[in-house]
């Protein structure tokens, strides 16, 4: 049996999601460190309490993207030390950096500091617009694409569902010209996964030279190449290509059947991924692991 383990991205976050891994081994210090780093309180920040009073402060990009690094990472820890082992690992978006820690490539503290780095330029290059859209025809998309500058395929999450990413102007176009079941404006502070984020991959790309990269001890599907990987060089230029370019979560849900893959275990608040994946692999079977009450089934 085949077995992948997968990280989702921006998105999944919601307030109290840290509550049920708390109890985990060193799950408290984690989040001490984490905070140390943010110089502000992850932990009251996941909880609803860290001066917005609401979802603001958890969806600012800065903190949303090293919370979900943080508790996805503690789960995964927790199940490897289970002796749990998967054949492939893969994330989307910024969980592909977790899928890298747990892959071995880097240790916590070093993808923290990623994350970090990695979140605070992705909020300040600003700009843009994203909108999800479902239901939809696929040529007419990608002729729309085509022929309208601006706007690129951040998300290719489905055969039914894709984020577009770009101009506000250009992705109105799009999103508004295409028959479609649903288009819905997302809440974010930049375009994503397009060329709009340029600036902020070369300063990531810069501090990622100084850092080392291990070979991963098990096989990555990477965002700009979801083909399995393990040399250390080649997953750090896919990471530094990954700010710029679409998440191909189509593909790397195709690969799944293509690589003898028969269950995909989330990992991480909510079920977004699991979701796609019912409905793209029906042949696979899906597991979620959102809390340490999971990791004693």
Excluded at 23 to 35: D, V
Excluded at 278 to 293: D, F, M, V, Y
Aim: glycine share 10%; charged share 15%; aromatic share 4%.
């Amino acid at each position: 049996m085949g077995i992948a383990w997968v990280f989702p991205g921006q998105g999944s976050q919601k307030v109290g999601m840290a509550e049920p891994v708390l109890q985990l081994p060193g799950a408290r210090e984690r989040f001490e460190q984490a905070s140390a780093l943010l110089g502000r309180d992850l932990l009251a920040i996941c909880s609803g309490t860290g001066g917005g009073g609401d979802l603001s402060d958890l969806n600012d990009t800065r903190n949303t993207q090293p919370a979900l690094f943080v508790i996805e990472s503690l789960l995964a820890e927790a199940l490897q030390a289970q002796g749990r082992v998967p054949h492939l690992v893969a994330g989307h978006s910024l969980g592909e950096l977790v899928a890298l820690h747990v892959a071995g490539v880097f240790d916590f503290a070093t993808g923290l500091q990623l994350m970090k780095s990695r979140s605070t330029l992705m909020a300040a290059a600003g700009g843009g617009a994203m909108t999800a859209v479902m239901g939809f025809e696929r040529s007419e998309l990608d002729d729309l694409v085509a022929a309208t500058e601006g706007v690129v395929v951040a998300n290719d999450n489905s055969d039914a569902q894709v984020v577009l990413s770009g101009s506000a102007e250009a992705v109105a176009a799009v999103s508004s010209s295409l028959k479609c079941k649903r288009a819905i404006p997302l809440a974010v502070s930049g375009a994503f996964h397009s060329p709009f984020m340029a600036a902020a991959a070369t300063a990531f790309a810069t501090e990622l030279e100084s850092v080392a990269f291990a070979d991963a001890a098990i096989p990555v599907l990477s965002n700009t190449d979801p083909s399995p990987e393990t040399n250390a060089a080649a997953l750090k230029a896919r990471l530094v290509r990954q700010m710029t370019t679409g998440v191909r979560w189509r593909e790397t849900m195709a690969q799944f059947g293509a690589l003898g893959i028969d269950v995909v275990v989330e990992i991480g608040p909510g079920a977004v991924l699991s979701g796609l994946i019912k409905r793209s692999c029906p042949g696979s079977q899906t597991a979620q692991i959102s809390s340490a009450a999971d990791l004693a089934l």
